[in-house]
T-cell receptor
């Protein structure tokens, strides 16, 4: 049972344009969401997060939007740069003693120069 | 400060053998979690240790086990290796919860 879904396995965008990466979840108990970026042969690197009490969080070129009613979140990267080419994972957790992150399968983003 | 260190980086084992992977967390971090990454399944949670106690466990068979030492260093062990255990094993540490997770570069295990 995939509780966090990233239905598009890949995305290709032109440098300078917006990249929109989508993520859906099914477990209504999730109240904290994170995005990680991963290059080959490296561990995932934390990008940005959002609590369920917010619907938007921004950090430089990265913005995460949360739609709780639709159980959907998205990561916007503006403007996209070739160095953003990587695998992006969406993850979710339940605040409290539960220290487990549930990850999606990842989206491979390619930014064309 | 030093990041999360995982050793070895690469490992090749034969079916039926056992393997031990090591993780040294960031200094001061007491929570250590392990994840398995495979192409088909993404990152899947194995278990989490905090102050030498297993606090949470994922849906993996009993062949997968772990432990944490008093200095917060952690090891995971896989016994009776199967071909399907070939994966990237990632360790992450944090002070106390998922908010401050930092991942290591992983150990790439290949079972032949």
């Amino acid at each position: 049972d995939q509780q966090v879904k990233q239905n598009s396995p890949s995305l290709s965008v032109q440098e300078g344009r917006i990249s929109i990466l989508n993520c859906d979840y099914t477990n209504s108990m999730f109240d904290y969401f994170l995005w990680y970026k991963k290059y080959p042969a490296e561990g995932p690197t934390f990008l940005i997060s959002i609590s369920s009490i917010k619907d938007k969080n921004e950090d430089g070129r990265f913005t995460v939007f949360l739609n709780k009613s639709a159980k959907h979140l998205s990561l916007h990267i503006v403007p996209s740069q070739p160095g953003d080419s990587a695998v992006y994972f969406c993850a979710a957790s339940v605040t409290g003693a539960n220290s487990k992150l549930t990850f999606g399968k990842g989206i491979t983003l390619s930014v064309r120069p | 400060k030093a990041g999360v260190t995982q050793t070895p980086r690469y490992l090749i084992k034969t079916r039926g053998q056992q393997v031990t992977l090591s993780c040294s967390p960031i200094s001061g971090h007491r929570s250590v979690s392990w994840y398995q990454q495979t192409p088909g399944q993404g990152l899947q949670f194995l278990f989490e240790y905090f102050s030498e106690t297993q606090r949470n466990k994922g849906n993996f068979p009993g062949r997968f086990s772990g432990r944490q030492f008093s200095n917060s260093r952690s090891e995971m062990n896989v016994s009776t290796l199967e071909l399907g255990d070939s994966a990237l094993y990632l360790c992450a540490s944090s002070l106390r919860d998922t908010y401050g997770y930092t991942f290591g570069s992983g150990t790439r295990l290949t079972v032949v």
